[in-house]
């Protein structure tokens, strides 16, 4: 492809706040010195495609029944060797900078094939404006597939910065292996604008927390489609990412797809958009059964605390619920919400669904695909399948039951066969999570401990019970494990001991109390 010069003028800070997509915070290299990175960079022209084409093709699709296609992907070969500039400041560090561009793109994505960065190296993606941006992406973002995605970065360019220390020289690995350029309207304002979605309501318009931030807006098929899913909690209530959506949504590399928490207005009307972009990168398939238009991924990370994000309970009792609402991501939208009254158990095309033959507010949208249906006990019961409703005319929505999947899910989300049919979800609660914990079969968190403290069983065997005993061990609560917190806020500061029983061993864990 052709590759023009174009002059990129470097300015000082001005202050942006960096969003966080599994990243630190911090502005790039080339904002914070002034005359010391040449002031060119290289930016790539991508060709020009056929807007109304890829148009016409995704309206001979029924949309509701795929993820919503809202860009197209420019399959590429640029690296740190091959493109872009590099310049060296004077103590021996390096910059290297890569512009991207393409002509009327409404929004601009990549996804790299290798990404490992070596420690102190940062590599941020951000508007020439510097509007917008994503970063620091550091060595925490690598993994072992090499494969890491970004989130949309509105307008038609896009500025790659990485930062290289001296000491760490020539051995990161920076290489693109696809573009997505958007060419659909995805500005949540002038969405709200058009009458077609006047029904569509903002869920801080309701009441429907904290459910909705267990509801995830999942990117597929290298950045090109959305969906929805959402997180679920599981009976050893320990936070392992693992997210439901629709078998009809697996589009693509799982490696490549990109799950953004907490993308919602928080104002009822207007819209207000936050860029602080919560995403994480990358999943692995536990279990896809097309045939009940059901599917179980792993994240291949947790989301972080600070992010606040809710594990959703659970629900496969076959009891017709009173009241249900669903919570989904039209076209890829911010988080919208329907309710309605009972459902009615019914069969599409198949597949055992709860239809919902009429919304009392709200309505579904391509891009619903595999959003959450919830029961009068905010729990999950089923996953948007299919369905004809509209703003502007009536029409039945089909949700598979989420029972339909269990013989597959059980082991992930029941692993221990316990007798449930249903489970609470839950905040994971801790102020500071360190992924070395989970090296430990069972782990407490947090430690020290004010009010309460969680269990966190990773090993290959139910807890039976939990007690807890003082510093001189005598038994001061002893209760069986359902999941719930060890409550704390009743006992005087001090040292005391949690005592987990497992099937064939029992495991004693150290707390401080403060």
Same mark, same amino acid.
């Given at each position: 492809?052709?590759?023009?010069?174009?002059?990129?003028?470097?300015?000082?800070?001005?202050?942006?706040?960096?969003?966080?997509?599994?990243?630190?915070?911090? #502005?790039?290299?080339?904002?914070?010195? &002034?005359?010391?990175?040449?002031?060119?960079?290289?930016?790539?022209?991508?060709?020009?495609?056929?807007?109304?084409?890829?148009?016409? !093709?995704?309206?001979?699709?029924?949309?509701?029944? %795929?993820?919503?296609?809202?860009?197209?992907? #420019?399959?590429?070969?640029?690296?740190?060797?091959?493109?872009?500039?590099?310049?060296?400041?004077?103590?021996?560090?390096?910059?290297?900078?890569?512009?991207?561009?393409? !002509?009327?793109?409404? *929004?601009?994505? %990549?996804? $790299?094939?290798?990404?490992?960065?070596?420690?102190?190296?940062?590599?941020?993606?951000?508007?020439?404006?510097?509007?917008?941006?994503?970063? /620091?992406?550091?060595?925490?973002?690598?993994?072992?597939?090499?494969?890491?995605?970004?989130?949309?970065?509105?307008?038609?360019?896009?500025?790659?910065?990485?930062?290289?220390?001296?000491?760490?020289?020539?051995?990161?690995?920076?290489?693109?292996?696809?573009?997505?350029?958007?060419?659909?309207?995805?500005?949540?304002?002038?969405?709200?604008?058009?009458?077609? &979605?006047?029904?569509?309501?903002?869920?801080?318009?309701?009441?429907?927390?904290?459910?909705?931030?267990?509801?995830?807006?999942?990117?597929?098929?290298?950045?090109?489609?959305? /969906?929805?899913?959402?997180?679920?909690?599981?009976?050893?209530?320990?936070?392992?990412?693992?997210?439901?959506?629709?078998?009809?949504?697996?589009? *693509?590399?799982?490696?490549?797809?990109? $799950?953004?928490?907490?993308?919602?207005?928080?104002?009822?009307?207007?819209?207000?958009?936050?860029?602080?972009?919560?995403?994480?990168?990358? /999943?692995?398939?536990?279990?896809?059964?097309?045939? !009940?238009?059901?599917?179980?991924?792993?994240?291949?990370?947790?989301?972080?605390?600070?992010?606040?994000?809710?594990?959703?309970?659970?629900?496969?009792?076959?009891?017709?619920?009173?009241?249900?609402?669903?919570?989904?991501?039209?076209?890829?939208?911010?988080?919208?919400?329907?309710? /309605?009254?009972?459902?009615?158990?019914?069969?599409?095309?198949?597949?055992?669904?709860?239809? %919902?033959?009429?919304?009392?507010?709200?309505?579904?949208?391509?891009?619903?695909?595999?959003?959450?249906?919830?029961?009068?006990?905010?729990?999950?019961?089923?996953?948007?399948?299919?369905?004809?409703?509209?703003?502007?005319?009536?029409?039945?929505?089909?949700?598979?039951?989420?029972?339909?999947?269990?013989?597959?899910?059980?082991?992930?989300?029941?692993? $221990?066969?316990?007798?449930?049919?249903?489970?609470?979800?839950?905040?994971?609660?801790?102020?500071?999570?360190?992924?070395?914990? +989970?090296?430990?079969?069972?782990?407490? +968190?947090? &430690?020290?401990?004010?009010?309460?403290?969680?269990?966190?069983?990773?090993?290959?065997?139910?807890?039976?019970?939990?007690?807890?005993?003082?510093?001189?061990?005598?038994?001061?609560?002893?209760?069986?494990?359902?999941?719930?917190?060890?409550?704390?806020? #009743?006992?005087?500061?001090?040292?005391?001991?949690?005592?987990?029983?497992?099937?064939?061993?029992?495991?004693?864990?150290?707390?401080?109390? &403060?």
């Amino acid at each position: 492809m052709n590759q023009r010069l174009t002059i990129l003028l470097i300015w000082l800070l001005t202050g942006i706040s960096a969003s966080a997509q599994v990243s630190v915070n911090g #502005h790039p290299v080339s904002w914070n010195v &002034n005359n010391s990175i040449q002031e060119i960079t290289t930016y790539v022209d991508l060709p020009p495609i056929d807007v109304a084409q890829l148009i016409a !093709e995704d309206e001979a699709v029924d949309l509701k029944e %795929v993820p919503y296609r809202f860009a197209y992907k #420019h399959n590429v070969s640029l690296n740190t060797a091959n493109s872009g500039r590099w310049s060296t400041l004077s103590n021996g560090d390096r910059v290297w900078m890569l512009g991207i561009q393409a !002509e009327n793109a409404k *929004g601009l994505s %990549v996804v $790299f094939d290798h990404f490992s960065l070596p420690a102190g190296s940062v590599l941020h993606l951000y508007t020439p404006d510097r509007e917008n941006i994503i970063g /620091a992406l550091t060595k925490e973002n690598n993994k072992t597939s090499g494969i890491l995605s970004t989130s949309v970065l509105p307008g038609n360019a896009i500025v790659i910065e990485y930062y290289e220390p001296y000491r760490v020289r020539q051995q990161g690995e920076i290489s693109l292996r696809s573009i997505a350029q958007v060419y659909k309207t995805t500005d949540p304002n002038i969405r709200e604008s058009i009458e077609e &979605n006047s029904c569509l309501q903002n869920v801080v318009c309701s009441e429907l927390l904290p459910q909705s931030s267990s509801t995830v807006l999942i990117t597929v098929d290298d950045g090109t489609r959305w /969906a929805t899913g959402i997180l679920v909690n599981n009976a050893n209530f320990d936070g392992k990412p693992y997210v439901i959506t629709g078998s009809q949504n697996l589009w *693509g590399d799982p490696e490549t797809w990109l $799950f953004t928490f907490n993308y919602q207005s928080s104002e009822c009307f207007p819209s207000t958009v936050d860029k602080s972009n919560k995403s994480i990168s990358g /999943a692995a398939i536990k279990s896809n059964l097309p045939d !009940e238009k059901l599917a179980l991924l792993e994240l291949s990370k947790r989301p972080l605390v600070e992010w606040n994000i809710f594990y959703s309970g659970w629900d496969i009792s076959p009891a017709t619920p009173q009241n249900v609402y669903s919570l989904h991501h039209p076209a890829g939208d911010l988080l919208k919400h329907n309710t /309605a009254g009972a459902p009615t158990p019914d069969q599409y095309n198949g597949v055992d669904t709860w239809r %919902v033959t009429s919304w009392d507010t709200g309505s579904t949208e391509a891009g619903s695909s595999g959003a959450p249906l919830f029961n009068d006990h905010n729990r999950l019961v089923g996953v948007f399948y299919s369905g004809l409703s509209t703003c502007m005319e009536g029409g039945a929505d089909y949700y598979s039951k989420l029972s339909n999947g269990w013989d597959a899910f059980e082991k992930y989300l029941n692993p $221990f066969n316990q007798n449930l049919r249903s489970i609470a979800g839950m905040y994971v609660g801790f102020e500071v999570l360190n992924n070395e914990v +989970f090296k430990e079969d069972i782990a407490i +968190f947090p &430690n020290p401990a004010a009010n309460q403290v969680r269990v966190l069983n990773d090993s290959d065997e139910p807890i039976q019970y939990i007690a807890l005993l003082d510093i001189q061990g005598r038994l001061l609560s002893r209760e069986a494990y359902t999941g719930q917190p060890v409550i704390l806020e #009743h006992l005087p500061n001090g040292v005391y001991f949690i005592e987990v029983q497992l099937l064939t061993k029992n495991v004693q864990r150290r707390l401080i109390k &403060n």
